[in-house]
């Protein structure tokens, strides 16, 4: 079974600039969720989608934002991106999304803010 | 790969040795904690996990202990190899797995 993947894998802009990045989850796997992952701060939770639905959110500004589609695929948007968005984005895939263990984390996708 | 953390905290073991990476959580209503090995170039991959009604769990070559009264949880890794070669973290949470807080991590680096 394919596992999670993220497109794309290395992502350079600039300041004020918008990025979209994709995940696509294990086949089956209904929940997606995103992480921003820093030196300084570590992993923390952007949000989740179930079945198209934004079901958490975790406390990031307006900025991020998220949608899924009904194949489950999902995309992550950092609109007027600023020199803190230099992140390595992570999303992780499970059945239900309700178990922590249950998800399956992706590679990532590092954005670089210039 | 991509570098998960510059400036984290690193335990260098010989190989062939125990490791022990140690993790202090913040919330004592946590139900529920897994610790994480993310290689280079990779996503957090599941280790193991442990409810806050137990103290100790075992899994293959690791172990879990959890020591309530002082917020500590720590990961044991017996007979170290190479591949072992990763970050660490925990992560405390709801019996369900909500309100995820992940800690900072600890790189370990094994010597041959």
């Known amino acids: 079974k394919a596992g999670v993947t993220q497109t794309p894998r290395y992502l350079i802009k600039t300041r004020g600039q918008q990025v979209t990045l994709s995940c696509s989850p294990i086949?089956?796997?209904?929940?997606v969720s995103w992480y921003q992952q820093t030196p300084g701060q570590g992993l923390q939770f952007l949000f989740e989608?179930?079945?198209?639905?934004?079901?958490n959110k975790g406390n990031f500004p307006g900025r991020f934002s998220g949608r899924q589609f009904s194949n489950s695929r999902s995309e992550m948007n950092v609109s007027t991106l600023e020199l803190g968005d230099s992140a390595l984005y992570l999303c992780?895939?499970?059945?239900?999304?309700?178990?922590?263990?249950?998800?399956?984390f992706g590679p990532g996708t590092r954005l670089t803010v210039t | 790969g991509e570098s998960v953390g510059l400036h984290l905290p690193t335990l260098s073991v010989q190989e062939g040795d125990n490791s022990i990476i140690n993790c202090a959580y913040s919330?004592?209503?946590?139900?529920?904690f897994i610790w994480y090995k993310q290689e280079s170039g990779k996503g957090p991959q599941f280790i193991i996990d442990?409810?806050?009604?137990?103290d100790k769990r075992q899994g293959q070559r690791v172990t879990v202990l959890l020591n309530k009264t002082v917020k500590h949880l720590s990961l044991q890794i017996a007979a170290t190899q190479p591949g072992d070669s990763a970050v660490y973290f925990c992560?405390?949470?709801?019996?369900?797995?909500?309100?995820?807080?992940f800690g900072p991590g600890t790189r370990l680096s094994v010597l041959p």
């Open positions: 992560a405390e949470g709801g019996e369900k797995g909500q309100n995820f807080v």
């Open positions: 992780a895939s499970s059945l239900s999304g309700t178990a922590a263990y249950e998800q399956y």
């Open positions: 989608y179930f079945s198209e639905t934004q079901r």
């Open positions: 919330n004592s209503a946590s139900d529920y």
């Open positions: 086949s089956g796997h209904r929940s």
């Open positions: 442990i409810r806050s009604n137990m």
